[in-house]
């Protein structure tokens, strides 16, 4: 089992940024790709963005291309999304995930079926 913790959510202004963190405890090196996910109130969950375990591969959701940034220490099993321009449409539960699979598969992947292990999320709130 992998137990996964995410952090840095809370409420900023549009424009503003804010950086996720998601640690992973456990069987981590059972997971090769780490990830996010987001889910506004009366939608469905949807991916974000993902990285592969050495950090070569990286997915992005096209709405935030170009505004977030993933990275992640493996040293500290940690995963890391930097998000700048928000908006307030970005204004979500954001859900960190860890699966077997590759990137890019994650970043085809809908709702909650189909990934390994999810966090419990972490509140991001976007003021206009």
């Known amino acids: 089992q992998v137990q996964l913790v995410e952090s840095g959510g809370g409420l900023v202004q549009a424009g503003g940024s804010l950086r996720l963190s998601c640690a992973a405890s456990?069987?981590?090196?059972?997971?090769?790709?780490m990830g996010w996910f987001r889910q506004a109130p009366g939608k469905e969950r949807e991916f974000v963005s993902a990285?592969?375990?050495?950090?070569?591969?990286?997915y992005y959701g096209a709405s935030v291309k170009g505004r977030f940034t993933i990275a992640r220490d493996n040293a500290k099993n940690t995963v890391y999304l930097q998000m700048n321009i928000l908006k307030p449409e970005y204004t979500a539960v954001y859900y960190c995930a860890a699966d077997r699979t590759t990137p890019q598969a994650m970043s085809r992947m809908t709702g909650p079926v189909g990934v390994d292990y999810w966090g419990k999320g972490t509140l991001v709130t976007v003021s206009s």
């Open positions: 990285i592969s375990w050495g950090g070569g591969s990286r």
């Open positions: 456990g069987r981590t090196g059972s997971v090769l790709t």
